[in-house]
């Protein structure tokens, strides 16, 4: 069986290098197809290979076919709020409070900073978490 060779290799068994372009000759059929299969050698022999084949294709449009979607509907939301605050915050204020205390004397607050209990500003609330 002879293969064309389409990767440089050393041959573990004749210790023969083969470059690319280089024939290679081997009467196993089991080492051939373990070469083709590591990228070495081609798949297909030029010796079997058929000359001026024809190949007949048939094709065929691929046509999806689209589900229709109807448009929806205008849909009006109403939005209810309750606000149960005993002390409500004004406007244009943010109530920040202590969200946990942290080891070391470290507090995070709910605005997302990490401060000593020192650096808690006055206006802060402090609770027990419950």
Sequence with gaps: MKLKVIKKFRDKFTRIIYNIGDTY?????KRAVTLQNKGFLETKSPENKPKNTKIKVKTTEFKPEMP????????????????EDEDPVPPGEIEIYVVKQKLGGW????????????????DVIITDGD
């Design 25 to 29: 000759e081997t009467k196993s059929k």
């Design 68 to 83: 229709k979607i109807e448009p929806l509907e205008d849909v009006e939301t109403t939005l209810t709020t309750t606000v």
């Design 107 to 122: 507090y995070e607050l709910s605005d997302g900073r990490v401060v000593r209990k020192s650096e808690i500003p006055d």
